[in-house]
Protein backbone atom coordinates (compact mmCIF):
# COMPACT_ATOMS: atom_id res chain seq x y z
CA UNK A 1 0.00 0.00 0.00
CA UNK A 2 1.63 3.40 -0.97
CA UNK A 3 1.39 6.10 1.27
CA UNK A 4 2.60 9.74 1.27
CA UNK A 5 2.10 11.83 4.12
CA UNK A 6 2.67 15.24 4.28
CA UNK A 7 3.56 17.67 7.28
CA UNK A 8 4.78 21.15 8.25
CA UNK A 9 1.98 23.29 7.17
CA UNK A 10 0.54 25.54 9.08
CA UNK A 11 -0.51 29.27 9.66
CA UNK A 12 2.87 32.00 9.08
CA UNK A 13 3.22 35.31 8.81
CA UNK A 14 4.26 37.12 5.67
CA UNK A 15 8.34 37.22 4.97
CA UNK A 16 8.63 34.15 6.89
CA UNK A 17 9.90 30.19 6.22
CA UNK A 18 8.03 26.66 6.41
CA UNK A 19 9.30 23.66 5.66
CA UNK A 20 7.15 20.93 4.97
CA UNK A 21 8.29 17.41 4.28
CA UNK A 22 6.88 14.44 2.66
CA UNK A 23 7.38 10.89 4.03
CA UNK A 24 6.61 7.83 1.44
CA UNK A 25 5.76 4.43 1.97
CA UNK A 26 5.09 1.41 -0.29
CA UNK A 27 7.14 2.45 -3.23
CA UNK A 28 11.34 2.37 -4.18
CA UNK A 29 11.61 5.60 -3.33
CA UNK A 30 14.95 6.33 -4.78
CA UNK A 31 13.19 5.26 -8.07
CA UNK A 32 10.30 8.14 -8.39
CA UNK A 33 9.92 11.64 -9.50
CA UNK A 34 8.70 13.50 -6.71
CA UNK A 35 6.87 16.48 -7.14
CA UNK A 36 4.55 19.30 -4.82
CA UNK A 37 2.01 21.20 -6.44
CA UNK A 38 -0.17 22.86 -4.64
CA UNK A 39 -4.35 23.88 -5.07
CA UNK A 40 -5.55 27.62 -3.85
CA UNK A 41 -9.16 28.20 -3.62
CA UNK A 42 -10.89 28.48 -6.56
CA UNK A 43 -7.79 27.98 -8.81
CA UNK A 44 -6.53 24.54 -10.80
CA UNK A 45 -3.92 22.57 -8.94
CA UNK A 46 -0.32 23.73 -10.40
CA UNK A 47 3.13 22.02 -10.06
CA UNK A 48 5.31 24.08 -7.23
CA UNK A 49 8.13 22.17 -7.69
CA UNK A 50 9.95 18.84 -8.73
CA UNK A 51 12.92 16.84 -8.28
CA UNK A 52 14.22 13.68 -10.53
CA UNK A 53 15.40 9.99 -9.26
CA UNK A 54 18.45 11.90 -10.18
CA UNK A 55 18.46 14.74 -8.35
CA UNK A 56 17.36 17.23 -11.16
CA UNK A 57 14.97 19.87 -10.14
CA UNK A 58 12.76 22.34 -11.66
CA UNK A 59 10.31 25.21 -10.14
CA UNK A 60 7.58 27.05 -11.15
CA UNK A 61 8.33 30.64 -12.03
CA UNK A 62 6.03 31.93 -9.31
CA UNK A 63 8.39 30.12 -6.35
CA UNK A 64 12.04 30.36 -8.71
CA UNK A 65 14.46 31.84 -5.88
CA UNK A 66 12.95 31.90 -2.61
CA UNK A 67 11.54 27.53 -2.35
CA UNK A 68 14.01 24.73 -2.71
CA UNK A 69 12.97 21.50 -3.17
CA UNK A 70 15.46 18.41 -1.66
CA UNK A 71 15.23 14.61 -1.23
CA UNK A 72 16.95 12.30 1.33
CA UNK A 73 16.16 8.85 -0.32
CA UNK A 74 17.49 7.22 3.14
CA UNK A 75 14.65 8.90 4.76
CA UNK A 76 12.35 8.14 2.13
CA UNK A 77 11.34 11.88 2.20
CA UNK A 78 11.16 15.01 0.06
CA UNK A 79 11.32 18.58 1.74
CA UNK A 80 9.94 21.46 -0.02
CA UNK A 81 12.24 24.79 1.79
CA UNK A 82 9.85 27.92 1.41
CA UNK A 83 11.25 30.69 2.29
CA UNK A 84 9.60 34.98 1.90
CA UNK A 85 6.53 33.68 1.81
CA UNK A 86 3.21 35.38 0.64
CA UNK A 87 -0.08 35.66 0.97
CA UNK A 88 -0.32 34.43 -2.41
CA UNK A 89 1.21 31.08 -1.55
CA UNK A 90 -1.69 30.09 0.16
CA UNK A 91 -2.95 26.99 -0.74
CA UNK A 92 -2.92 23.16 0.04
CA UNK A 93 -0.29 21.69 -0.38
CA UNK A 94 0.37 17.82 -2.07
CA UNK A 95 3.13 15.35 -2.21
CA UNK A 96 3.69 13.22 -5.63
CA UNK A 97 5.21 10.34 -7.00
CA UNK A 98 5.76 9.77 -10.75
CA UNK A 99 6.95 6.76 -12.72
CA UNK A 100 6.31 6.01 -16.17
CA UNK A 101 2.56 5.01 -15.38
CA UNK A 102 2.37 5.07 -11.64
CA UNK A 103 0.98 8.23 -10.02
CA UNK A 104 0.80 8.91 -6.03
CA UNK A 105 -0.68 11.36 -4.23
CA UNK A 106 -0.74 12.59 -0.72
CA UNK A 107 -3.48 13.99 0.97
CA UNK A 108 -2.35 17.31 1.37
CA UNK A 109 -1.11 20.21 3.85
CA UNK A 110 -2.78 23.51 4.31
CA UNK A 111 -0.45 26.49 4.14
CA UNK A 112 -1.76 30.24 5.08
CA UNK A 113 0.35 33.22 4.67
CA UNK A 114 -1.41 35.88 6.85
CA UNK A 115 -0.60 38.43 9.23
Known amino acids: QVQLVESGGGLVQPGRSLRLSCAAS????????MNWYRQAPGKQRELVAGISYRGNTNYADSVKGRFAISRDNAKNTVYLHMNSLAPEDTAVYYC?????????WGQGTQVTVSS
Open 96 to 104: NAKKSSADY
Open 26 to 33: GIIFWTYG
